[in-house]
C-alpha cells in the first residue's frame, strides 16, 4: 500500500490520539479536536465511530488503549533520503551518528552540489584522523563533564600544554572552523580545534570556572547598498549589538566582540569593502589601516 498523504494524515491523527490514551489523559471531546486538527474534515466520519465502536482495535470504550508505548511516525523515503544527505556532511560525522536503516537509500544530494560564497576554503580538515580522534574526545568530555590536558599551537606559533575546563564547542560557519571555549591557565581560553597536537583525560576533573570573555566594541556606519545592512546583520547575528538609524540609507552599528576575535573581526569588517566605514575606536582603525597596508605591500 502506498503510504501518501492521506495514509499519512490518518496515521498522525490516530498517533496523536493514542499518545493521548497512553498518557491516560484522552476524552471524547479531546479524540474529536485532535480529528479535527490534523486530518481532512471528511475524517470525523470515520476515524472517531471505528475507534469508539472498537472497529479499530486500538482503544477501548473508556478511551484507555492496550498500547503500553506512544506510537513513533515511521519516516517516509523522502525523509530518510534527506537524512541520508544530511549524514553525508563531515562534520555531521564528527559526532559519530548512527546510521541504521538507511545503508541502502540514496541521498537526497551530495555535499558537492552545494557551493559556498563567502566562506575561506582553508577550513578545518573534517576527514583527518587525528582531528576526529581530537573532536570525539573533547565530545565525550564535554558530555562527560571531565578536564582534558591538551597541547595546542599558539596564534604565535608557540608550542603549549594545559589541563583545561572544556565547555562548549562553537563554529564558525565564515571560517568553516571548530574551536574549543575551555578555562585553563586561570583564564578563557578559545582554541581551533585544528591547532590541538595532543588531546586526552587530565588526571583531575575538578572544574575551573569559566572566566567571563573579555569584550571590546568596534562601532561603524552602514551606507545600505547591495543590501549591505542586512548582510551586516546577518554576518553578524551571534554578537550583541546596537543598531541606529541614522537616515534614509545610513545606519550606525555597534558590535561587542571577544578580544581574542580581533583579528577576525577586523578581516570580517574589511571584506564588506566601502560600504562600512569604522568611526571608533581609534585603535581598531589602526589595526584596519596596518591590515590594508599589509596587503598593499603583499600586492607590490
Same mark, same amino acid.
Given at each position: 500500500?502506498?503510504?501518501?498523504?492521506?495514509y499519512g494524515s490518518y496515521y498522525r491523527t490516530v498517533a496523536d490520539i493514542l499518545t493521548g490514551a497512553v498518557q491516560g489523559n484522552l476524552t471524547g471531546k479531546?479524540?474529536?479536536?485532535?480529528?479535527?486538527?490534523? $486530518?481532512?474534515?471528511?475524517?470525523? *466520519?470515520?476515524? &472517531? +465511530?471505528?475507534?469508539?465502536? =472498537?472497529?479499530?482495535?486500538? #482503544?477501548?470504550?473508556?478511551?484507555?488503549?492496550?498500547?503500553?508505548?506512544?506510537?513513533?511516525?515511521?519516516?517516509?523515503?523522502?525523509?530518510?533520503?534527506?537524512?541520508?544527505?544530511?549524514? $553525508?556532511?563531515?562534520?555531521?560525522? *564528527?559526532?559519530? &551518528? +548512527?546510521?541504521?536503516?538507511? =545503508?541502502?537509500?540514496?541521498? #537526497?544530494?551530495?555535499?558537492d552540489m552545494i557551493v559556498y560564497y563567502d566562506r575561506y576554503s582553508d577550513g578545518d580538515d573534517y576527514q583527518d584522523p587525528a582531528y576526529i580522534e581530537h573532536?570525539?574526545?573533547?565530545?565525550?568530555?564535554?558530555?562527560?563533564?571531565?578536564?582534558?590536558?591538551?597541547?595546542?599551537?599558539?596564534?604565535?606559533?608557540?608550542?603549549?600544554?594545559?589541563?583545561?575546563?572544556?565547555?562548549?564547542?562553537e563554529y564558525s560557519e565564515k571560517d568553516d572552523r571548530f574551536r574549543l571555549v575551555a578555562e585553563g591557565y586561570k583564564r578563557r581560553l578559545a582554541i581551533n580545534?585544528?591547532?590541538?597536537?595532543?588531546?586526552?583525560?587530565?588526571?583531575?576533573?575538578?572544574?575551573?570556572?569559566?572566566?567571563?570573555?573579555?569584550?571590546?566594541?568596534?562601532?561603524?556606519?552602514?551606507?545600505?547598498?547591495?543590501?549591505?545592512?542586512?548582510?551586516?546583520?546577518?554576518?553578524?547575528?551571534?554578537?550583541?549589538?546596537?543598531?541606529?538609524?541614522?537616515?534614509?540609507?545610513?545606519?550606525?552599528?555597534?558590535?561587542?566582540?571577544?578580544?581574542?576575535?580581533?583579528?577576525?573581526?577586523?578581516?570580517?569588517?574589511?571584506?564588506?569593502?566601502?560600504?562600512?566605514?569604522?568611526?571608533?575606536?581609534?585603535?581598531?582603525?589602526?589595526?584596519?589601516?596596518?591590515?590594508?597596508?599589509?596587503?598593499?605591500?603583499?600586492?607590490?
Open positions: 500500500m502506498l503510504f501518501n498523504e492521506v479531546e479524540l474529536n479536536a485532535l480529528v479535527m486538527k490534523h $486530518a481532512f474534515g471528511e475524517s470525523m *466520519l470515520t476515524i &472517531p +465511530d471505528k475507534l469508539k465502536t =472498537e472497529k479499530w482495535k486500538l #482503544l477501548h470504550k473508556d478511551f484507555s488503549t492496550p498500547l503500553e508505548e506512544e506510537p513513533d511516525m515511521p519516516l517516509t523515503i523522502p525523509e530518510k533520503r534527506w537524512m541520508k544527505a544530511m549524514l $553525508a556532511d563531515p562534520r555531521i560525522r *564528527l559526532f559519530d &551518528p +548512527d546510521m541504521t536503516g538507511l =545503508e541502502d537509500i540514496e541521498p #537526497l544530494f551530495t555535499p573532536f570525539r574526545t573533547i565530545l565525550q568530555a564535554l558530555r562527560e563533564k571531565r578536564n582534558l590536558y591538551i597541547t595546542f599551537e599558539s596564534r604565535h606559533h608557540d608550542l603549549l600544554k594545559a589541563s583545561v575546563t572544556p565547555y562548549y564547542l580545534l585544528s591547532r590541538i597536537i595532543a588531546c586526552e583525560f587530565a588526571f583531575s576533573d575538578e572544574p575551573q570556572q569559566l572566566s567571563d570573555a573579555v569584550l571590546n566594541t568596534v562601532t561603524f556606519e552602514i551606507e545600505d547598498s547591495r543590501n549591505t545592512l542586512e548582510r551586516v546583520l546577518l554576518h553578524f547575528s551571534h554578537l550583541e549589538k546596537e543598531t541606529r538609524r541614522l537616515d534614509e540609507n545610513k545606519y550606525l552599528v555597534t558590535l561587542k566582540y571577544d578580544r581574542q576575535d580581533e583579528t577576525e573581526m577586523v578581516i570580517r569588517i574589511l571584506s564588506f569593502g566601502a560600504t562600512i566605514r569604522v568611526v571608533e575606536p581609534q585603535r581598531f582603525i589602526g589595526l584596519l589601516r596596518e591590515r590594508i597596508q599589509r596587503q598593499k605591500e603583499l600586492l607590490g
